[in-house]
């Protein structure tokens, strides 16, 4: 069990790409966070994903595709809505959920009638998904629950014990850092089934009487802790009382949600693996739609184990 680190060079991203091709998983950066991939139509391939991360069976992947063409191969039915969306956000931080077509693994729609789709921005993923030529199913590239992985070492450091030999696409630091928007858009209307930093602008497109707020509704692999230090973290505002302990760290975010976001999975580290800290405490952030997404990861990174 190993990883392996490597620049975004022509020879590494060969590599990687004939790797998908191949039914191995890769790791690569897209602009959320890094991805753990695999062929998206190669159930077998899909199947170490789940194994590497310790993932519910429950829980769906988002495949990245490097077009709307090759988006649309993957689906049922292509509404009129998708293509506006898609032209509006793609390449970017949007997966939108829609009818599988009938050839898209069980493994990566947990079973269920969608599937969820994006192109992602970051030029290394676009790179690798453009040689692999095929659909790329991947998630978050960290262990369940985990803090999801914004550099390259937070994936060696997560899954290098539980992938053998598994290669990492080192892109640097990920622009966004929290992960995609989901909108369900076989619904009327769309809905969002987790917040993203793509939000804002979506909102009088999904909902014009803004009514959606905050209506983020369960779905499979909304788990409710996700996103998790390892230590006690509790964040305020959500009915908890504070009492101040020996050991508590506060969280600190820069001011602006975008800003927020990047640095959101870097300090929650930094802070689960300080040795003079032992309990995380997060702040309230602002009642507005622009934060939604990072209220939603404070409150489920401090949701305890076990719910
Ligand atoms: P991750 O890639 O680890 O961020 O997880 C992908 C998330 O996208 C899942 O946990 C689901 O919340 C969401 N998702 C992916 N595909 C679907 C789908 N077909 N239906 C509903 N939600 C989905
Ligand atoms: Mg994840």
């Known amino acids: 069990m190993s990883a392996r680190i490597a620049l975004p060079e022509p020879a590494a991203l060969a590599e990687a790409a004939e790797r998908l091709r191949a039914g191995e998983l890769v790791a690569f950066p897209t602009e959320t966070v890094y991805g753990l991939g695999a062929n998206a139509l190669d159930a077998v391939a899909v199947a170490k994903i789940y194994t590497a991360k310790g993932r519910p069976a429950t829980n769906p992947l988002i495949v990245h595709v490097a077009s709307v063409a090759q988006a ?21 931080p949007l997966t939108l959920v829609l009818e599988r077509a009938n050839h898209v693994p069980d ?21 690798l998904l453009r040689l692999a030529g095929v659909p790329v199913a991947a998630p978050s590239a960290n262990r369940s629950e985990e803090i999801s992985p914004t550099r390259a070492q937070h994936v060696a450091d997560s899954l290098g014990a539980f992938v053998d030999d598994l290669l990492i696409l080192d892109g640097g630091a990920c622009d966004v ?6 909108l369900d858009v076989t619904c009327e209307p769309p809905r969002v089934l987790r917040p993203g930093m793509c939000l804002p602008p979506l ?22 802790r996700h996103y998790a230090p390892k230590k006690p973290t509790l964040v305020l505002g959500f009915g908890e009382k504070y009492t101040q302990v020996e050991g508590d760290a506060w969280l600190t975010l820069p001011a602006t949600p975008e800003a927020a976001a990047q640095a959101l999975y870097v300090e929650l580290r930094r802070l689960d693996s300080d040795p003079h800290v032992a309990r995380i405490v997060l702040p309230v952030v ?17 949701t305890p184990r076990h719910e």
């Open 72 to 92: 649309k191969t993957l689906v049922k039915t292509w509404p009129a809505l998708a293509d506006e969306l898609a032209a509006a956000h793609w390449p970017g």
């Open 107 to 127: 493994s990566v729609t947990a079973g269920g009638p969608t599937v969820g789709i994006r192109i992602p921005s970051h030029p290394v993923a676009l790179e």
């Open 177 to 182: 850092g929290i992960e995609s928007t989901v």
């Open 203 to 224: 909102a009088p497109l999904v909902t014009p009487s803004g009514s959606a707020k905050g209506d983020v509704a369960r779905s499979p692999g909304q788990m409710l």
């Open 286 to 302: 602002p009642d507005s739609p622009e934060w939604d997404a990072i209220r939603d990861r404070l409150r489920r990174a401090a």
